[in-house]
């Protein structure tokens, strides 16, 4: 609507900052793009020296940063301070803004030896700032770049030949069995990582042809089209997305509004609030959020079935095992101590048995000279209702040892049924818990049909009272 109202678009404010400054610190890829064809001046400074491509590259808008660069924005114009957006991404911690701008200036030296107004380079400010993952990143580069180029490249001369673009040495090469066409290098990259890289269009599609795979990611997660996204590398990313099938995320297209309104890029810090879904658009996300989870719940029952293949076990399968073993030491335990309550309860019986022989014996003898009970035979009475008592105590405490084994009888059939639905065949840990369980109850019924019920009345005739 301002374009068609000519409205200056190169316009600036009392800070000297035109729209395309507040485009490039708010993340709007569409308005910029739309600014930039108007025919607007890139390089127009603030009054603190910041051009559109300082303030992307300080807030972090990888989106801006990228359509800067391909609209022809200096990388090495310095601010006031003598800062490159090097130095501005490096200092706020910005890791993706600060890769790709160090990928696109001339060589490392001129990135990151670069030093502002007071001699500070990128990775003084990002140790000054405590941005870690800058300072880690830039020694790796410092000790990538000590390497020796010759060891290297006697050791990948693959991936050497890939990052030249060098077709002919990629093909002798591999008809004499050097190389292996997925063969991966010291950092997880294959030929396809390197040729994408670099843009080599004609050597990636003679890579694919013999069945490259595209799909393998490097050390950092990263698969041919992502490092050919993060270069800025359209032709290659709209090819491997052809060949790669696509997926639910938006690819790299300039053409496109979409593109920008997502901001396209991979790790872009670029402001997603202002996008706003309609009702069609949020189901239409929803539906590819949910194939992506099926997807990945599929790929990892077949790494969890490929684990246990090899032998390995599982952090699910270690607890089970676990639960199993704990329940086999309780339903143990129980065993024992029910053994020892059927044999204390023998005892009793038996000492039981031995009272009545007892009385019986002083009965013959005192019942022709008394005819009530003699003394013995009364104090004794008290004396087997006290041993009843006891023997009626143990077997409440028996009653209670069984009603517990059946809890855990039930807990091991629960545990079973859920081992049902990943294992053929039951787990022989179960298995056994549940026939001890099984012998136990089968013992405990014998025992119960051990003990009989007692004659309220001795066979002298004695009248003995149960408690």
């Known amino acids: 609507a301002l374009l068609v109202d000519n409205v200056d678009l190169g316009a600036q404010d009392d800070r000297g900052c035109t729209p395309a400054h507040l485009a490039a610190t708010h993340g709007h890829s569409y308005t910029l793009q739309t600014i930039l064809r108007s025919g607007v001046d890139i390089n127009v400074s603030d009054t603190n020296g910041w051009k559109p491509i300082h303030n992307a590259a300080f807030h972090g808008r990888l989106g801006c940063l990228q359509l800067l660069v391909r609209w022809g924005a200096a990388l090495d114009d310095a601010d006031n301070n003598g800062d490159f957006p090097v130095h501005l991404s490096a200092m706020e911690g910005h890791l993706p803004c600060f890769k790709f701008l160090v990928n696109k200036m001339p060589t490392l030296t001129h990135s990151l030896k670069a030093r502002n107004d007071h001699g500070e380079t990128p990775r003084d400010l990002a140790e000054r700032f405590y941005k870690t993952d800058i300072v880690e990143y830039i020694d790796g580069l410092q000790k990538e770049k000590d390497r020796p180029k010759k060891q290297e490249n006697v050791m990948f ?35 396809l990582h390197k040729a994408a890289g670099q843009g080599h269009l004609n050597l990636i599609e003679w890579l694919i042809d013999r069945e490259a795979n595209c799909n393998i990611t490097n050390d950092v997660g990263e698969s041919p089209k992502d490092v050919a996204r993060r270069f800025a590398q359209l032709a290659v990313v709209e090819f491997l997305r052809d060949k790669m099938g696509n997926d639910s995320d938006e690819e790299v297209d300039d053409k496109e509004r979409r593109f920008f309104e997502r901001h396209a890029v991979e790790d872009s810090t670029d402001c997603k609030g202002d996008v706003i879904l309609d009702k069609q658009g949020k189901v239409d996300a929803r539906e590819r959020a949910y194939q992506k989870i099926e997807e990945l719940k599929r790929l990892l029952e077949i790494a969890t079935s490929n684990f246990r293949q090899l ?13 199993e073993k704990e329940l086999e030491k309780k339903v143990g335990e129980l065993q024992d101590q029910l053994e020892y309550e059927r044999l204390q309860r023998e005892k009793l019986e038996a000492q039981l048995d031995e009272y009545r022989e007892e009385i019986m014996k002083l009965k013959e003898q005192q019942g022709k000279e008394h005819e009530e009970n003699p003394p013995v035979a009364a104090t004794a009475v ?34 079973k049924e859920q081992q049902g639905k990943d294992h053929e065949e039951n787990p022989p840990v179960a298995a056994t818990a549940v026939s001890v369980a099984s012998e136990v109850t089968s013992d405990s019924g014998r025992e119960k049909k051990k003990v009989k019920r007692k004659s309220l009345y001795s066979p002298g005739g004695i009248f003995v009272r149960r408690y």
Not at 161 to 170: H, K, Q, S, V, Y
């Open 157 to 191: 001369p693959g991936h050497d030949a890939a990052f030249r673009g060098d077709l002919e040495t990629i093909r002798c090469l591999l008809e004499n069995r050097v190389i292996n066409i997925n063969e991966r290098d010291d950092k997880g990259s294959t030929l």
């Open 311 to 323: 032998g390995g076990i599982t952090p699910e399968d270690r607890q089970q095992k676990k639960t």
């Open 382 to 415: 008290p004396v087997v209702g006290e041993l009843q008592d006891q023997l009626e105590y143990e077997r409440l405490q028996r009653e209670k040892l069984e009603a517990q084994l059946d809890e855990y009888r039930e807990e091991i059939m629960k545990l």
